[in-house]
C-alpha cells in the first residue's frame, strides 16, 4: 500500500496537480469497480456459508482490491472538492490540522497512554466503545494550536 501511495504522490494525483476531468473518471472507474468486487465477494461468501478457511483466504482478496478501489475513488472525489469553491471554511481548517499531524500524534498518544496504562488513571479494559469515543475524540481536539502549525513539526 505504502507504494501505490508513493506512486500516486510521484504522479501528482493526490497533490491535486491533475485536471478536474480526470478526477472524474478515476472516481466513475474506481467507484463502481470498487462497490462490483466488493459485491461479488460478499455473495461468495454467503455462499460459502461464511466458511472461515474461504473468508480468510480467497474472500479475503475480494475485499482488499474492492477496498483499494475505493480509496482511490475516494481520493478522487476529495481532490474534485479540494478543486472546487465548496466549503471553504472547512478546506482552510483541515488544511491547519494536516499542517499539525505529527504533533497531534503525539500529544493523544501521551494523553491516551495517561489514561489507559497503569502509571496514569489505568482505565485500559474499563471502558466501553461509547466512552472511548468520547475518550479519543477529546484527545485529538485537546491538540488543536491556533496558529495550525504544531510545536512538533519541523520549520520550513
Known amino acids: 500500500m505504502m507504494i501505490i501511495g508513493m506512486i500516486l504522490y510521484k504522479k501528482g494525483i493526490i ?8 478526477y472524474k473518471k478515476i472516481f466513475l472507474i474506481c467507484f463502481p469497480l470498487g462497490i462490483f468486487i466488493s459485491s461479488v465477494g460478499l455473495y461468495r461468501s454467503y455462499e460459502s456459508g461464511w466458511n472461515g478457511i474461504w473468508v480468510m483466504n480467497i474472500g479475503h482478496y475480494y475485499n ?28 482552510t481548517r483541515l ?12 500529544l493523544s498518544s501521551v494523553i491516551c497512554i495517561t489514561i489507559f496504562y497503569g ?34 513539526e519541523t520549520r520550513d
Open 95 to 106: 488544511k491547519a490540522a494536516g499542517r499539525m499531524a505529527f504533533t497531534n500524534y503525539i
Open 15 to 22: 497533490t491535486g496537480q491533475k485536471d478536474k476531468a480526470y
Open 64 to 91: 482488499y482490491i474492492a477496498s483499494l478501489l475505493m480509496a482511490i475513488a475516494y481520493l478522487a472525489l476529495i481532490m474534485l472538492w479540494s478543486q472546487s469553491d465548496m466549503l471553504v471554511k472547512l478546506k
Open 119 to 152: 502509571h496514569g488513571l489505568g482505565l485500559f479494559g474499563r471502558l466501553d466503545r461509547l466512552e472511548q469515543v468520547f475518550v479519543d475524540a477529546h484527545a485529538g481536539v485537546g491538540c488543536h494550536v491556533r496558529e495550525g502549525r504544531g510545536a512538533d
